[in-house]
């Protein structure tokens, strides 16, 4: 079957095309990537929407039940001001119209309890949790880096006890890990206070118990990539040419085995976001997790709304800064923009 010399002429073409022009390659990806951002945090607007209003119990009825602190059955007459006031009596449209402009201007609604705007709220209690995410992060990263470059590669002995460490302490739960934490480190030896708060003495038990399971996944993901890059024929190239083993070890064979590590971390943060909720408890320490549950508890559909709003939003970012970083980690990539 012959084949069309037009199609194997425009392929080194369109390649070369590409490499004169990596930056417009880039912009172009990047540029595709906001743009399927945008449409993930649409979808998460919009499921949070359906779910809030298909879920059972009358949103007239639990708000006045909520500012009157009685659990009663309420009249058709009681209903119709809150219905009216808050739009619950109009078509669901039109309630999802002005629920996603009232987003897009920032207005994630008034807390039915607190009878306070729910960003300002959310604004009182982000920064504690978001600080103790991050942190636990940074401090996973600081773990399983060092700890895959020690173990991995360096025969099957080590390479095994260092994979069966990972497994350990992937499966270790968050709320396991903190109480024996506070119970060595705060009860016991009292180098850290009992009663959390948002010092840096305060922070550091929360962020070990977040950032111990974490280490073990990453260290899990970098580690298969690591044995797998050992392989590659540029390692033994580089190795040829003289270099010394910890040279390609930590200059050729760990950048790429941190890509799958950069991709769990936009897993990680959601996982952190969301684990917050129980560590801040264990922990007793301000931030959204203790707003997130009493208002799950007390049915402030606003409230929740808002923090799973803010969740989605802070997910689909940094998945954003992170799919741009790979970009900067592994050269390979931009020639395929």
């Given at each position: 079957m012959a084949v069309d010399s037009s199609i194997i002429e425009a392929v080194p073409?369109?390649?070369?095309?590409?490499?004169?022009?990596?930056?417009?390659?880039?912009?172009?990806?990047?540029?595709?990537?906001?743009?399927?951002?945008?449409?993930?945090?649409?979808?998460?607007?919009?499921?949070?929407?359906?779910?809030?209003?298909?879920?059972?119990?009358?949103?007239?009825?639990?708000?006045?039940?909520?500012?009157?602190?009685?659990?009663?059955?309420?009249?058709?007459?009681?209903?119709?001001?809150?219905?009216?006031?808050?739009?619950?009596?109009?078509?669901?449209?039109?309630?999802?119209?002005?629920?996603?402009?009232?987003?897009?201007?920032?207005?994630?609604?008034?807390?039915?309890?607190?009878?306070?705007?729910?960003?300002?709220?959310?604004?009182?209690?982000?920064?504690?949790?978001?600080?103790?995410?991050?942190?636990?992060?940074?401090l996973a990263w600081i773990f399983a880096v060092p700890w895959t470059l020690f173990t991995a590669g360096r025969g099957r002995r080590i390479g095994a006890f260092g994979s069966a460490t990972e497994t350990i302490m992937a499966g270790l739960p968050q709320y396991w890990i903190g109480i024996l934490l506070l119970i060595i480190f705060a009860i016991g030896l009292r180098w850290f206070p009992v009663i959390g708060g948002t010092s840096f003495m305060n922070t550091v038990l929360p962020t070990v118990t977040l950032a111990i399971p974490l280490a073990g996944f990453l260290g899990q993901s970098i580690r298969s990539e690591f044995d797998r890059t050992m392989r590659e024929p540029f390692v033994l190239s580089a190795r040829a040419r003289g270099m010394s083993g910890a040279g390609v070890r930590a200059r050729h064979v760990l950048r790429h085995a941190l890509i799958p590590g950069i991709t769990l971390s936009g897993w990680a943060i959601g996982h952190l976001l969301s684990g917050t909720v129980l560590v801040e408890t264990v922990f007793a320490r301000p931030g959204l997790g203790a707003i997130l549950v009493n208002a799950v508890s007390n049915k402030d559909f606003a409230l929740v709304s808002g923090c799973v709003i803010l969740n989605s939003f802070l997910y689909v970012v940094i998945n954003l800064v992170l799919d741009t970083i790979y970009l900067v980690v592994d050269p390979r990539l931009r020639g395929a923009a």
């Open positions: 073409i369109s390649r070369a095309i590409a490499q004169r022009h990596p930056a417009a390659n880039i912009l172009r990806t990047v540029l595709f990537r906001i743009g399927s951002a945008i449409f993930v945090l649409w979808g998460a607007v919009t499921i949070t929407f359906i779910v809030l209003t298909i879920l059972p119990g009358d949103r007239a009825t639990i708000l006045l039940n909520i500012t009157s602190g009685q659990t009663i059955a309420r009249t058709l007459e009681e209903l119709a001001p809150i219905n009216a006031m808050y739009g619950f009596d109009q078509p669901i449209l039109t309630q999802y119209i002005h629920y996603v402009g009232a987003l897009l201007q920032g207005d994630l609604g008034t807390s039915f309890e607190l009878q306070r705007s729910v960003a300002n709220i959310i604004g009182e209690q982000i920064a504690p949790t978001f600080t103790l995410a991050a942190s636990a992060l940074l």
